[in-house]
């Protein structure tokens, strides 16, 4: 072959090559991989590989609006419940947090079905069945491993919380069965083998307790870093004893986090107990999330669950939250969850 025509044949595969490379793109900031590369079979036999593109996470990550979201009995399996709920409240939820049990199957069915609802599934992995040094140590990996595998096939985004609440003593992943050291070994090495199975369509979402009840415990110690997180995901409740308001509920948490990182604020779990404070409550924490630009959005824990967390359990806590949810910022686009 004469030299031009070797110099055109590599200009041409040097062509295609970046090409590829260009379609693939960046992962996001706490996100693994570039996504599956599943095969593809030849009519006459043979198989080649052509690149997916993996859902692009990146306009979720900082979303043009707030979001709105809710958890609630028996979902994702029925998602009846959430446009009973949007009927309540006049408005769709955009964010749908449920409950994941450590060493139970991802049900790709249902986390589709909440995304073609309308809904940013977000997923609480609670680790009952191992300790998070098992985790970290590599004794659960083949589970890890089939969870990131069939999410990376499902190939649409989710929200994954590991472990919420880990610097209370309630959870048995939490402060009296476990350390700061586990917890941050554990996270990094799930997020870590999701990303060897180029899984690109998570948000990492990193969820503490507010700090109030648990003020000797601090939250550095448990933080992987910012390239193992994209969300703050900060839990807190207004309950008949201690804060009754916003600042006071959620600012020293607040306070503390910013110390080490600036990733943004979602209240990952949130409600209030029957009260006369009740309505006010949800008014202040509605349009604070609303106007706060570190704020992503909300989730209510709209459950009956040792007490009446729920937003309609009295007509002036349901009004109060009605009006709260026509605010503009919580117009998410649709499109943005499509």
């Known amino acids: ?22 379609a693939a793109g960046p992962a996001p900031i706490g996100a693994g991989g570039n996504g599956a590369q599943p095969a593809q079979s030849l009519a006459g036999g043979g198989t080649t590989y052509a690149p997916v593109q993996p859902y692009d996470i990146t306009r979720l990550l900082h979303p043009s609006a707030k979001y709105f979201g809710a958890t609630f009995d028996d979902v994702p399996r029925n998602l009846g419940a959430v446009r009973q709920y949007a009927e309540t409240v006049g408005r769709e939820p955009t964010l749908l947090e449920y ?13 589709r079905a909440v995304w ?18 098992q985790i970290a140590d590599g004794s659960q990996d083949a589970y890890i491993t089939e969870t990131a595998q069939t999410l990376r096939n499902l190939n649409i985004p989710v929200a994954i919380s590991l472990g919420h609440e880990m610097n209370g003593g309630w959870y048995p992943w939490g402060t009296d069965k476990s350390n700061a050291a586990d917890f941050v070994r554990a996270w ?7 990303q060897d199975q ?52 959620f600012g020293p948490t607040f306070t503390e986090i910013r110390a080490f990182t600036q990733r943004p604020f979602l209240l990952a779990e949130t409600g209030a107990q029957p009260s006369s404070r009740k309505a006010a409550q949800i008014t202040e924490l509605l349009g604070t999330v609303a106007e706060r630009s570190d704020l992503l959005g909300f989730i209510w824990f709209n459950l009956d669950k040792e007490t009446d967390w729920r937003v309609d359990s009295s ?21 943005e969850l499509r």
């Open 1 to 22: 072959m004469t030299r031009p025509r070797i110099s055109a044949l590599l200009a041409v595969v040097t062509t295609l090559l970046l090409a590829g490379c260009a």
């Open 99 to 111: 409950y994941l049990g450590w060493g139970d199957e991802l049900q790709a069915d249902q986390t």
């Open 116 to 133: 073609q609802n309308g809904q940013l599934p977000y997923i609480s992995w609670e680790p009952y069945k191992a300790t998070l040094a």
């Open 188 to 194: 990094r090495h799930v997020h870590d083998l999701f």
């Open 198 to 249: 180029g899984v690109s369509t998570v948000i990492w979402v990193w969820s503490p307790n507010v700090i109030n009840p648990v003020p000797d415990v601090r939250l550095k110690p448990y933080y992987p870093g910012d390239g193992y997180v994209d969300w703050i995901g900060v839990v807190g409740y207004y309950a008949l004893t201690g804060p009754h308001d916003f600042n006071s509920l």
């Open 315 to 335: 007509p002036e806590a349901l009004a109060a939250f009605r009006a709260g949810g026509r605010n503009k910022k919580y117009d998410l686009d649709p499109a």
